[in-house]
């Protein structure tokens, strides 16, 4: 809707500067009262897993990973802060890859195996990146942390594989657990809170208990 | 509790729990996604509607017409609010906008309707199609046309520190003139989102005429007073929850509009309603920190003795809104015997302008501290020797006022010795790394410590747990754990033994969080509540509260021994904290050393933050972990104001152009390296029977000026025009090959 808005705008606005006054009218595609065929929302099944669970769906198609996860299957440790793929909060890992679960549909995941927050430790049984978290304190208002903790464990994996990140001098030679290594690869998870100091701390602690290469 | 005598020797000062860097108490549940934020709680409702804000498409003017016969026609729309259907509501003095506009418009992304659906797939779906024609009337969007022609305009916000419109000791201009080394200089800083992380969001509930309100808010009792007013209904039928809040730097500390339109879409639809405000609404829907000019005059002999000092403010706001009151610390932070400070009000059409992060002293400290600087190299001085020349332990404008404590030479002298400032080359521009230049910066940090009545209520259960509630919200500051290990310490137990309750309309008033003022408040509020809970415990077994200790779960008189279930289960007392008239007899304020090194890329004038330091003076630090935190997150702030943060305004259209994330930057992980922050061991016994003060926004007051001193040093450009981008540097680098 932004879009179409702001397109408006912009095209009367360029022709009305100076204009002491002018009428504005945003109007939608559709102008009856009659919703138009098209505008019937389409359904679909799908199945997938998340947290070794099989979930099946009958989903709007329109619904992301992140709403199918946060508002159908209840699992609101993902976060969203931004459903632009801009902030980090949602971060979940899918099929062992770390991904933005607001940017992508839910019904493209059809057999995916999706590890959310909830599925790497709980309260009573932290998982050790969520425990190096608290520890030292690499969050505060716990908005982003889910994404932050959920990409961590993934980055380290990312570095255990071999895959280089954009500040790795050599694209051949394994990645190591630098704190340059770790800012570069976390930097799609923003912490307004500004916890980024400990995070790369918790990070390190991790990277050095599992044997990744420092 | 009545505070209007200094502290004395108390509980607290055993120190057996407060003081420590103890784990957060929620940390579990942050660390697993299971602590429940406002838009989460399936546990509440398990099927409300959904809501979508439509927000207006011009900045100001009226509102002609709306149809929404195509959005109510849309698969699974239940209801469209606008406000012709609102009924009649009120503004409550905290909003300088209405939270609903109609048939004003008074700016951009003002919410004009909410569509009501079963998803919010078809919620977001249907909002465009409500059809709305605007008659839209010229407004007022640049700052720049109004300096020096705005009117000077006081403020106290009742967030941070309120300022005269205009103050005067002595005669600044007579001694401004006569004095031998003198700059008068000019700076700018932008509009600034507060961009926390998780977007405003109200999941609303109606019971018959009572309605209770899942939100996130940063002050719960504001919440309900303010709702109250809005809706015009009774402050008694509204409750106010918030039990976690991602984020709210000030974003949050009155309620928006996700609050009234979920309530009124609830009320519409006969049935629970959840809305949150997308990303892109935040920066234009809600509040932001205004822009400022600042022009700054420091006139001093030779030896360095600051004699005329002005500081002069120009922001903007909505009519009837209120000025960034950027001069207040230069009320405070230095000598000198003539003075001028004045804030003035620009009127402007752009979104309400309102309290972000330290308002005031954050962008107030930008341009003094970095005046301070240039003054320094003027007099030939090093900057922090200038600094412990004109400092003052009294209130420059009234000197019978002394400072409650105030050690910002302390500050100053431990981080220039921490950080190694004696390697700073005074001559900018010197000091090469490969492609890096390299430079430090400082800059003092100061805020005030603003005092606030807070109360909570104590239980101790039949089996020895210690249940805590309070409104108090925990915004990430770490407000249950503090709050968990001040009744610890009170009431001779355990941490694990403590629950905290927070966040609840239905618990006793706190202080909230805002301000800096949360922590020694709210904890100030705790430690009143279990003093009457040590007094009616002594009381029940016959004593003095002199005479009994508590300890290591127990209540001991002379030689006996009683378990705290058996003294005091089913024991439940209220109390609050209220203060006298120390926060006038004193200035009450906090203090930091700000150190930066940076390197600038030679070629591409690319700013890279190499290292930070602060030194803060701020009382007892309650917990040393969660207080670092809130510092070098505040220091995170400090670089992004610095940097980056900038909400570029379209003069024509009136609005945030770069509303989003990856439009409007923060820093990010890339951007910040490890930092370093020393608490000095100090107390303040006039500030609280806690001895403590704010910290969360002193961390970011001076931050911005000390990176801009270090580019300064770096490279010999000075950027008087936040954010110092490498546009604003690069043709102004020093030669290379």
């Known amino acids: 809707m932004y879009e179409a808005v702001d397109a408006e705008l912009s095209r009367r606005g360029v022709l009305a500067v100076g204009a002491a006054s002018m009428a504005v009218s945003v109007a939608p595609a559709v102008g009856s009262a009659r919703p138009a065929p098209e505008l019937q929302p389409s359904t679909a099944h799908v199945a997938f897993e998340v947290n070794g669970e099989r979930q099946a769906l009958e989903l709007d198609t329109r619904t992301t990973l992140l709403d199918a996860l946060r508002e159908h299957l209840h699992l609101t440790g993902s976060k969203k802060g931004c459903d632009h793929g801009q902030c980090g909060a949602c971060t979940v890992i899918v099929d062992g890859r770390r991904i933005n679960s607001c940017l992508t549909l839910a019904v493209m995941h059809e057999g995916s195996r999706v590890t959310t927050i909830e599925g790497l430790g709980s309260p009573g049984r932290l998982n050790p990146m969520q425990a190096a978290f608290v520890k030292h304190d690499g969050y505060q208002c716990g908005y982003c942390t889910p994404g932050q903790i959920c990409s961590a464990v993934a980055v380290l994996d990312e570095i255990r594989a071999g895959i280089p990140s954009h500040v790795s001098a050599d694209l051949n030679a394994p990645s190591a657990t630098t704190s340059d290594e770790l800012r570069e690869r976390m930097s799609g998870n923003i912490c307004r809170c500004g916890a980024y100091s400990n995070i790369i701390k918790a990070m390190s602690e991790v990277a050095e208990a599992s044997g990744t290469p420092a | 509790m009545k505070f209007d005598q200094p502290a004395t020797t108390n509980p607290i000062d055993q120190l057996k729990v407060i003081g420590y860097p103890h784990d957060r108490i929620d940390g579990p549940l942050k660390t697993t996604g299971h602590a429940p934020y406002a838009y989460e709680r399936h546990d509440i409702v398990a099927d409300p509607a959904y809501g979508f804000i439509l927000g207006s498409a011009i900045a100001k003017g009226r509102i002609a017409s709306i149809d929404t016969g195509a959005a109510l026609a849309a698969p699974g729309v239940l209801k469209v609010v606008t406000w012709k259907e609102a009924g009649p509501l009120a503004k409550s003095k905290n909003h300088t906008a209405h939270l609903l506009a109609g048939p004003e418009v008074e700016h951009y992304d003002q919410a004009v309707a909410i569509v009501v659906a079963d998803s919010f797939e078809n919620a977001r779906a249907a909002a465009k199609l409500v059809r709305i024609d605007y008659q839209r009337e010229p407004g007022r969007f640049d700052l720049s046309q109004q300096v020096g022609r705005a009117p000077p305009k006081g403020a106290s916000s009742g967030e941070g520190s309120g300022s005269e419109p205009v103050d005067r000791v002595g005669d600044f201009e007579a001694a401004y003139a006569s004095a031998p080394v003198k700059i008068d200089r000019s700076y700018s800083t932008p509009d600034q989102s507060h961009s926390m992380m998780e977007p405003h969001a109200t999941l609303a509930v109606w019971n018959g005429d009572r309605l209770t309100v899942w939100t996130s808010n940063q002050m719960i009792a504001w919440a309900v007073r303010d709702l109250s007013e809005t809706l015009k209904i009774p402050k008694e039928n509204v409750r106010v929850v918030s039990t976690y809040v991602g984020g709210g730097f000030g974003a949050k500390l009155w309620i928006r509009s996700d609050a009234v339109m979920a309530a009124l879409a609830a009320r519409a639809a006969g049935r629970p309603v959840k809305v949150a405000l997308t990303r892109p609404q935040i920066m234009n829907n809600t509040t932001h920190r205004p822009a400022t000019v600042q022009r700054i005059r420091l006139g001093a002999g030779h030896d360095g003795k600051i004699t005329a000092i002005a500081h002069e403010s120009w922001s903007g706001d909505l009519p009837g809104g209120k000025p960034e009151t950027s001069v207040s610390q230069t009320k405070l932070l230095y000598a000198g015997a003539n003075r001028l400070t004045a804030d ?51 209130d420059p404008e009234k000197p019978g006022r002394a400072f409650s404590h105030r050690n910002l030479i302390g500050c100053l002298e431990l981080g220039a010795d921490r950080f190694g400032w004696s390697r700073r080359n005074p001559r900018p521009g010197q000091v090469r790394a490969g492609r890096w230049l390299v430079g430090m910066g400082v800059a003092a940090g100061f805020r005030n410590n603003l005092l606030m009545k807070s109360a909570a209520r104590v239980e101790v259960t039949r089996d020895g747990r210690v249940v805590v509630s309070t409104d108090m919200t925990d915004i990430g500051t770490g407000s249950y754990t503090i709050i968990a290990q001040t009744a610890a310490e009170m009431l001779g137990v355990p941490m694990e033994t403590v629950t905290v309750n927070l966040g609840d309309s239905s618990f006793p008033a706190s202080s909230g969080s805002g301000g800096q003022w949360g922590g020694n408040n709210s904890t100030a509020g705790v430690y009143a509540a279990c003093q009457k809970m040590r007094d009616e415990v002594a009381q029940k077994l016959g004593s003095n509260s002199a005479d009994i200790h508590f300890e290591g779960g127990q209540v001991q008189m002379g030689d006996r021994r009683i378990p705290l279930a058996e003294a005091a289960g089913g024991m439940s007392v209220e109390d609050a904290i209220e203060y006298g008239d120390l926060g006038k007899t004193y200035q009450q304020s906090t203090f930091a050393g700000h150190f930066v090194e940076v390197g600038v890329d030679a070629f591409t004038g690319e700013v890279r933050v190499r290292r930070m330091l602060a030194v803060c003076a701020a009382g007892r630090i309650l917990n040393p972990k969660s207080a670092r935190s809130q510092v070098i997150g505040a220091m995170t702030m400090g670089v992004g104001a610095a940097l980056m943060e900038d909400a570029v305004v379209d003069k024509r259209i009136g609005y945030f152009v770069n509303h989003d994330l990856a439009e409007y930057h923060v820093p990010v992980h890339a951007d910040i390296p490890h930092q370093e922050v020393i608490f000095l061991d100090e107390t303040d016994p006039i500030s609280s029977p806690m001895k403590a003060k704010g910290v969360g926004e002193l961390g970011l007051c001076g931050v911005g000026a000390a990176v801009s001193n270090a580019v300064y040093n770096a490279t010999g450009v000075r950027v008087r025009d936040y954010p110092i981008t490498l546009d604003k540097l690069i043709e102004r680098l020093p030669e290379v090959a």
């Open chain 2, 344 to 394: 003035y009000l620009a009127t402007l059409d752009l979104p309400e302008g309102n309290a972000m992060r330290a308002p005031g002293e954050a962008p107030g400290l930008m341009a003094l501290e970095v005046a301070m600087d240039e003054m320094a190299e003027a007099l030939g001085q090093d900057p922090i020797a200038f600094r412990i020349l004109n400092d003052t332990q009294v």
